[in-house]
Nanobody
């Protein structure tokens, strides 16, 4: 059973930074891709950033240049460094893992329970 556990959420002022981490029960390199999603109240869950097993990354337009997804092989974690945070970044952030790719699209089937990120103005 795959388990993903997020950490690092919290309350930060606009312009500040947070670093989220996702620990997996198996090797993070066993997945085709891992990613971070977020869901704000009244909004659909959206992909924030993803990274494939080959290290290819992709980002939502709204976070490009501010967020960075990375892998830490020593700690077996996938991290999301979030800089220049805005109130619109407020959401529950979820770690996700994909065992299958369809073309360049990762099919995320494993999910963490989420961590709250709140950015105050």
């Amino acid at each position: 059973q795959v388990q993903l556990v997020e950490s690092g959420g919290g309350l930060v002022q606009a312009g500040g930074s947070l670093r989220l981490s996702c620990a997996a029960s198996g090797s993070i390199f066993s997945f085709k891709a891992m990613g971070w999603y977020r869901q704000a109240p009244g909004r659909q869950r959206e992909l924030v950033a993803g990274i494939t097993s080959g290290g290819i990354t992709n980002y939502a337009d709204s976070v490009k240049g501010r967020f960075t997804i990375s892998r830490d092989s020593a700690r077996n974690t996938v991290n999301l460094q979030m800089n220049s945070l805005k109130p619109d970044d407020t959401a529950v952030y979820y770690c996700a893992a994909a065992s299958t790719m369809v073309g360049v699209t990762a099919l995320y089937t494993y999910w963490g329970q989420g961590t709250q990120v709140t950015v105050s103005s």
